[in-house]
């Protein structure tokens, strides 16, 4: 195994995610060429980096020579095939479209080198189905970057079934010269790591909705009063529904059918409800800000446990072999969403309680996937910790 030479790199799509990535990019020394479909959404695209990085220039975390130098790194073409041809490594962050990706990669591959390393961004879709428009798909990896790229640490850099192991290795080389904890994803899973082992709460959230005995402010209150930045009801708002209901229904089809969107959610969506974009979600929201009633919480809040969710499917992630070990998902889950990884957290928690709220929550919501894992029954997940 070895760990290629990466100078050059072409960034595909130029929108949050895009302009992130080749931000964290020029910053690190690598000259970089963002790509998209006209010049009208790279210019702003470059301007919303200029911006960012007059921001550290600013709050003297770095110098304007650096900053200059960094922009100068950076070029910007509307034209894929000339993009690509010299690249060392082209990564793609397009909308999560299948057909448009694939459409993408088969111009990529026909236009670059052969030993080019080809990534996606995307933070759902299928890494080996990508691959299949590629030639020498070997090549080919994902590599997840989370939102905000410029702040947040996490790079997952995800196996697809023909992914070689160089490939891998180079590209966790370089997410660890970008400054990212990087970390790798095993099998080609729907939700990868992180986001998988986070995508249970929905399905909770989504039942406690439809329920409707539990304020979603009282949630939002004891999260935030524990140090949350916001609760999940808050934060489901501040992404939008239809995002969370476009999530669900991937899960509905790639992992379980309980993972389809509750009726709350779903009248919410057909209404153009959708949170702060749209002025009234689950909260009306005003200024940018939800207009949450923190007077009440309800003691039946206590059974409603996320860390037991997300350690029961933490250890289904690691028993399937998505993650190397319990602490890459701890690193994971830390880097990637500013919390505490679960397996590091439970150490110092009784099993039992733990089955106890699980079994509470799946007999209470109908959701047989939150019954604990044989693991959490016994407490023998703690041994996974080395």
């Given amino acids: 195994m070895g760990v290629r030479a990466i100078k050059k790199v072409t960034v595909i799509g130029s929108g949050a995610m895009g302009s992130g990535i080749a931000e964290v ?7 970089t ?4 479909i006209n010049n009208d959404l790279l210019q702003k695209a470059k301007e919303k980096i200029k911006s960012n990085l007059s921001f550290l220039v600013n709050k003297q975390k770095m110098t304007q020579v650096a900053m200059d130098e960094a922009m100068a790194r950076l070029a910007t073409s509307t034209d894929i095939t000339s993009s690509v041809k010299d690249a060392d490594c082209i990564i793609e962050a397009v909308p999560e479209l299948m057909d448009l990706k694939k459409k993408i990669f088969k111009t990529v591959s026909d236009a670059a080198r052969t030993d080019a390393i080809i990534a996606s961004n995307t933070s759902s879709l299928s890494i080996s189905e990508l691959a299949e428009t590629v030639s020498e798909p070997s090549r080919f990896a994902g590599f997840h970057f989370f939102n905000p790229v410029n702040r947040m640490r996490l790079v997952e850099v995800i196996y697809g079934q023909k992914t070689s192991d160089e490939v891998i290795d180079t590209l966790m080389d370089l997410g660890e010269k970008l400054g990212k904890v990087a970390i790798k994803v095993l099998r080609d899973r729907p939700g990868f790591i992180v986001n998988r082992i986070n995508a249970p709460l929905q399905t909770l959230w989504s039942a406690i909705l439809d329920e409707g005995k539990i304020s979603p402010a009282s949630i939002d209150t004891v999260m935030k009063n524990h140090g949350a930045k916001m609760g999940p009801f808050e934060l489901m708002d501040f992404v939008g529904l239809d995002v969370i209901y476009n999530v669900m229904q991937y899960y509905k089809t790639t992992l379980s059918p309980e993972w389809e969107p509750g009726k709350f959610i779903t009248e919410c969506v057909k209404k153009n409800e959708l949170g702060m974009k749209t002025g009234k979600g689950i909260y009306v929201w005003e200024g940018g800000k939800a207009i949450i009633d923190s007077s009440i919480v309800t003691d039946i809040i206590k059974p409603i446990d ?17 993650a190397a070990s319990a602490e890459d998902i701890d690193k994971g889950q830390e880097a990637g969403m500013n919390q505490p990884g679960p397996f590091k957290t439970a150490m110092s928690i009784d099993n039992k309680l733990l089955a106890e709220r699980l079994n509470w929550m799946s007999k209470t919501y109908n959701l047989t996937y939150l019954k604990p894992e044989p693991e959490i ?7 996974f910790m080395r």
Avoid: C, T, Y
């Fill in 25 to 31: 990019h020029i910053v690190n020394g690598f000259n």
């Fill in 33 to 36: 060429v963002m790509v998209d």
């Fill in 306 to 322: 996320p860390l037991a969710v997300q350690l029961n499917e933490a250890v289904r992630v690691l028993k399937e072999k998505v």
């Fill in 377 to 383: 029954l016994d407490g023998s997940f703690k041994s």
